[in-house]
């Protein structure tokens, strides 16, 4: 999928992404787009067991290899999706007993790979999933920004941002986004245009907004072989933390923007979306004082506080009207904000321990910071704190924020 850095990463990247040309495709390159493909099924794992190191690798998976298309907006590979009939059953567990076989470490995805280009494109499963058929919903697709993201801006970015020393394979956590979670508990099937830094607008003009996002996806769901049905999908989508933290945007503008791209989803025929809202984004450690840091930190909190107060109380209002304006429609607004506060005043109460540090020991707010290692912070369990970093959760939180959305899931979509 198409992605384009963070709009805080803009001006610390923007000379070495201007120098990144990207070369006309071969002739042999474009007619891949047209032929039959058999390409490597790359089964990522973690080499250390320890929760605090995040160094991964590949190896092929074992006697398995993805049959198929690849898929592009463009002219070129950048962006593209691998377009397969096989199941994603078969691919998974492809890889799980490649990794069993050889003793090697814990699976963290399967992605498919081209020789020449070296790079981890996601796969779309055109078919009709046999695990999910004749269930209301049968796969899941994520809109949104890094806390949704799991590889898109570090595929973009040449395998660079989030570095993956401190950030497991492209996702801005030490493991699994809430999506990822969400995904295994109902087992459904996840595809990502959730891409760090988006926010509700397209900012500095080259970051996908989230109504382009919407668009990205619709443009490649018509080009399958097999007919897809919208309706059985369910979508995700969670903006806006860049639109205040960053950007210092209206509530009301960033509500239009996420409007305009729900009615370009559901006009496009979805029926199943979950619009989630956000936590109090002024409890991260980026807006407490650094260790070692001697700044005046952020002066902005109460007025961050404040926007985001009034977003998460005019967005479950339109969520409902759009929903009432659409005839079987049901979008599902989830209210993170009480549950967050909830967390941070009984951390206990959810196994925590920490809810103020990052667990990485980062000196500076600024978003060069993606692009370099930082130790864990000397007496860090990650399966204790809440952030990983001075703004994102841990994968531990990631996992309770996707209990708290499969709680308020419909039971009629047989996912809960």
């Known amino acids: 999928m198409k992605t384009t850095l963070p709009r805080a990463a803009v001006p610390a ?69 691998f377009f397969t009939l096989q199941e994603p059953e078969e691919v998974e567990d492809a890889c799980r007993r490649t990794l069993a076989l050889r003793g ?18 996601p796969v779309w499963y055109d078919t009709d999933i046999d695990t999910r058929r004749g269930q209301p919903v049968e796969r899941m697709v994520a809109f949104g920004d890094s806390l949704s993201d799991n590889g898109n801006i570090y595929t973009e970015s040449q395998q660079t941002m989030p570095i993956h020393a401190s950030w497991l394979l492209g996702r801005f956590s030490n493991g699994p986004v809430w999506t990822e979670h969400l995904a295994r508990r109902t087992g459904l099937t996840l595809t990502t245009w959730a891409t760090g830094g988006a926010q509700g607008d397209r900012a500095h003009g080259v970051i996908a907004s989230i109504e382009d996002q919407v668009k990205s996806f619709m443009r490649y769901a018509r ?43 559901l006009d496009f025929g979805a029926r199943k979306v979950v619009v989630v809202g956000l936590p109090d984004l002024t409890r991260a450690p980026t807006f407490r004082p650094l260790p070692g840091v001697v700044d005046a930190g952020r002066d902005d909190g109460e007025a ?6 009034a977003f998460n109380a005019a967005m479950p209002l339109m969520v409902r009207r759009l929903a009432g304006a659409t005839v079987g429609t049901e979008l599902v607004w989830v209210d993170t ?43 860090c369990d990650p399966r204790r704190y809440v952030f990983w970093d001075l703004l994102h959760p841990t994968t531990q939180a990631h996992a309770l924020i996707s209990q708290w959305v499969l709680a308020d899931l419909p039971a009629g979509w047989g996912l809960r």
């Open 337 to 379: 904000a009480a549950r967050f506060d909830a967390l941070l005043a009984d951390p206990g109460a959810h196994g925590f321990t920490d809810v103020d540090k990052a667990c990485l020991d980062i000196r500076t707010r600024n978003a060069s910071a993606y692009l370099l290692p930082h130790p864990v912070r000397a007496g």
């Open 13 to 81: 990247l923007a000379v070495a992404l201007c120098a990144m040309t990207v070369a006309a495709p071969s002739r042999a390159q474009e007619d891949a787009f047209d032929r039959e493909l058999t390409v490597q099924v790359r089964c990522w794992y973690k080499i250390s067991p320890d929760p605090a190191r995040l160094d991964t690798t590949y190896v092929e998976a074992d006697a398995t290899r993805l049959r198929g298309h690849w898929r592009s907006v463009n002219s070129f590979y950048s962006g593209a999706l």
């Open 223 to 265: 080009m399958g072989v097999n007919p897809y049905d919208p309706a059985r999908t369910m979508f995700t989508l969670l903006i806006g933390g860049n639109d205040f933290v960053n950007a210092g945007r209206s509530p009301d503008a960033v509500v239009a923007d996420v409007e305009k791209a729900l009615r370009t989803l």
């Open 304 to 309: 961050v506080h404040a926007k985001v107060s």
């Open 104 to 121: 090697l470490g814990e699976f963290v995805q399967a992605s498919a790979a081209s020789t020449w280009a070296g790079k981890n494109f």
